[in-house]
């Protein structure tokens, strides 16, 4: 397997990830959460999955979180 393939493969597992939890926070948390989220992709999929809960998200800089 090429590296480039690998890579393509590692980043359409991650985006599966991602989707998964970001249902599952949605999900369990509802329309009375504020989430804050660095990671961007992630981020991404929250904001819309809360915004069909009418929660809400806030964004904050990666640099100082762990």
């Given at each position: 397997m090429?590296?480039?393939?690998?890579?393509?493969?590692?980043?359409?597992w991650?985006?599966?990830?991602?989707h998964?939890?970001?249902?599952?926070l949605v999900?369990?948390?509802?329309g009375q959460?504020?989430f804050?989220?660095?990671?961007?992709?992630?981020?991404?999929?929250?904001?819309?999955?809360?915004?069909?809960?009418q929660?809400?998200?806030?964004?904050?800089?990666p640099?100082?979180t762990?």
């Amino acid at each position: 397997m090429s590296l480039k393939r690998l890579g393509q493969r590692e980043n359409r597992w991650m985006t599966d990830v991602n989707h998964q939890v970001s249902k599952a926070l949605v999900d369990r948390y509802g329309g009375q959460t504020l989430f804050v989220w660095a990671f961007y992709q992630l981020q991404q999929m929250i904001e819309y999955k809360a915004a069909l809960q009418q929660a809400r998200t806030v964004a904050v800089d990666p640099r100082y979180t762990s």
